[in-house]
């Protein structure tokens, strides 16, 4: 039957379509008190449902007649392109970068996606000008794989038609074991002898419950300057590099890089001060990372300046200079701590 109404070109059949959004993506939808994504659901007449949860990703679900979800997609399109627009305002950037949506799409619907030999997804691409990449892996836990969908926001409603079309005329085959996001199991940071958990983009005390090793951790100096040789923990030292002693709070990280969080609140904006720390060489990449994607996060997170002076011949040492408020001087410390804690002790990449 359904195949039939597709044919004759009448596709008024009810679907639903998964879309997996960044955490900042989501919050451009849903809008103030939730008044974008309510005037959404009211104009475009479909259902659109956004998953919970403090996680990187949520899904946000659109259900309804197929012309409610083209109107709801059109809707969203529009709404990033605005978004795009307004970061490009105060940024050098010439070129606009096109808006980009990811659509959840069971595994066993991707092979009609592509077509023989990729014909579908190439007759997709050249008839209505948007970028369509179908994930070569499933995601995590589940039998669905991202499409993602790059474009103008005209070219990606006539991209999501089409695909609506595919996913009607081929309907999954067996069951589909939808992905959901993880949680983000939440850091804690400690700045100025205080614990705080990141939430979104925003760090915020950390409630009362700390863990024994807080509470150990809380007992110490939370920042054990570097080059000390008190170790953060009585009796455990973490390793002797070129020589010197290197100490940190060994806390759980895993989603620290996740969050590009600014941290207001920390203090009520007290006077920047300077902090100034030398790292050997060998160690000074574990920083800086790949094309500075770590000291970059650590300036974000911290909301510190951080500058590392150039190689000086003949010196088997860097200089770095953390400026900011005492609070970000100690977050940007310890997540340099951290980063060298994990070099020396093998911890891998954190």
Request: net charge positive; aromatic share 4%; glycine share 10%.
């Amino acid at each position: 039957e359904m195949e039939s109404k597709v044919s004759e070109g009448g596709l008024n059949v009810t679907l639903t379509i998964r879309l997996l959004m960044h955490g900042k993506e989501v919050g451009s939808i849903i809008g103030k008190k939730g008044e974008t994504v309510k005037k959404m659901r009211e104009e475009s007449g479909a259902r659109i449902n956004i998953s919970e949860g403090n996680c990187p990703e949520r899904i946000v679900t659109i259900t309804g007649p197929t012309d409610a979800i083209f109107k709801a997609f059109a809707m969203i399109a529009y709404k990033f392109e605005e978004d795009i627009t307004n970061s490009m305002s105060n940024s050098t950037a010439t070129s606009k970068p096109p808006v980009t949506l990811r659509l959840v799409v069971p595994a066993s619907q991707c092979g009609s996606l592509i077509g023989k030999g990729g014909s579908k997804i190439k007759e997709i691409r050249e008839s209505t000008g948007a970028q369509v990449q179908v994930a070569g892996d499933m995601l995590p836990n589940s039998t669905e794989r991202a499409v993602t969908i790059s474009g103008t926001p005209d070219a990606i409603i006539q991209c999501v038609k089409q695909i609506c079309v595919v996913m009607l005329e081929s309907p999954p085959k067996g069951a589909t074991i939808p992905y959901r996001p993880k949680p983000a199991s939440t850091p804690v940071i400690f700045a100025g002898g205080q614990a705080y958990t990141i939430q979104g983009q925003y760090a915020i005390p950390h409630p009362d419950q700390l863990t024994k090793l807080h509470q150990l951790a809380m007992q110490q100096t939370p920042f054990t300057p570097l080059g000390q040789t008190t170790p953060a923990f009585p009796g455990r030292s973490l390793g002797s590099v070129a020589g010197k002693q290197w100490s940190s709070l060994v806390l759980p990280l895993p989603a620290l890089t996740l969050f590009p969080c600014i941290c207001p609140g920390l203090d009520a904006s007290p006077p920047a001060s300077t902090h100034e720390l030398t790292i050997p060489n060998d160690l000074i990449g574990c920083i800086i990372g790949r094309q500075g994607t770590k000291i970059n996060e650590i300036r974000q997170m911290s909301g510190a300046q951080i500058k590392i002076a150039n190689a000086t011949e003949g010196s088997s040492e860097r200089q770095i200079t953390i400026t900011g408020t005492p609070a970000n001087i100690s977050l940007a410390q310890y997540l340099i701590n951290a980063r060298l804690t994990s070099e020396v002790t093998g911890m891998g990449a954190l």
